[in-house]
């Protein structure tokens, strides 16, 4: 299977906060969805892809090019729809879209015109007027008017009304159609990616804690509730994030074969969503196990 993106060993120290030698790749003809809490390393790891912050150490390769040495044309290929406003907030839609289109090469006037049609774009406001919606929509046309082969995206739909968070992404699994295209959703917003997600990576205090495909992560845990007396024995060793209350507990099983034998000890298993696998390891993590 052809990468699109390969990180290998990217650490990047700040005061108070380590990106600690994290390696992932994204395939080809996917999305990727990047989780973790505020905080955890995400937007860091987007700004190192991007060149936007200085590597401390390791290798970014994107479409086998080292992200550095070939800059201009890596970025030529890749969308990028951030989560805060990045054009000038005085220029109308359509001054700012005639300034970002003679940065790229690909640029398809046609194409731009077709989605600022379909997202009912108000190119004639200016980028201040505009809502938090229609500023995702708008970064949206602009990164999928010049044939990026790579989208990025850092929490898009954070603050979005579900109806055009919804939108956004049958806008991305119509994109990911192009089997040549990748898509990486960075979001805490686990929600959106159990809809569309093939791959999930999480990462959490600056460490890649599992990266695996959506359904394997789905399969292979299990939200497990049963009797303290379960904790007495060795099964404890297998549960992640336990939560203790008066006449029971609540835990993640992190494989299939070890939820299997909490339920003939007597628990109850329960299929898991992206969004309680991410609490129940960042529990863990918490020291609240």
């Not at 090019?65 to 359509?94: C, M, P, Q, W």
């Not at 289109?101 to 640029?107: G, K, R, T």
Request: a negative charge; glycine letters at 6%.
């Amino acid at each position: 299977m052809e990468n699109i993106l390969e990180i290998r060993n990217l650490t990047k120290t700040f005061q108070g906060f380590t990106l600690n030698n994290i390696s992932f790749s994204l395939p080809k003809g996917f999305i990727t969805g990047f989780i973790g809490p505020n905080g955890s390393g995400k937007t860091t790891t987007i700004k190192l892809i991007m060149n936007l912050l200085r590597k401390d150490e390791g290798e970014i390769s994107i479409f086998g090019l080292d992200h550095i040495k070939h800059e201009s044309e890596v970025k030529n290929r890749i969308g990028f729809v951030y989560d805060e406003n990045h054009y000038y907030e005085e220029l109308t839609a359509e001054q700012m879209k005639r300034f970002v289109a003679s940065a790229y090469n690909n640029w398809d006037e046609e194409k731009f015109t077709s989605f600022a049609r379909k997202f009912g774009l108000p190119l004639n406001k200016k980028i201040k007027d505009l809502s938090r919606g229609m500023k995702v929509k708008f970064s949206l046309a602009i990164a999928l008017s010049h044939d990026a082969d790579l989208l990025i995206m850092d929490e898009p739909t954070s603050g979005l009304d579900p109806v055009i968070r919804s939108e956004i992404l049958d806008i991305l699994h119509d994109v990911i159609q192009d089997e040549n295209k990748g898509v990486f959703f960075s979001t805490h917003i686990t929600s959106d990616l159990d809809r569309i997600a093939d791959y999930i990576i999480m990462i959490y205090k600056g460490e890649i804690l599992f990266n695996k495909t959506k359904d394997e992560l789905i399969e292979e845990h299990a939200i497990i509730k049963g009797p303290l007396s379960l904790l007495d024995t060795s099964l404890k060793n297998s549960l992640i994030g336990i939560k203790k209350g008066k006449y029971g507990f609540e835990a993640m099983a992190a494989s299939r074969e070890a939820a299997d034998a909490l339920v003939k000890a007597g628990a109850t298993a329960e299929k898991p969503a992206l969004e309680d696998i991410m609490l129940f390891y960042t529990r863990k993590e918490n020291g609240n196990a």
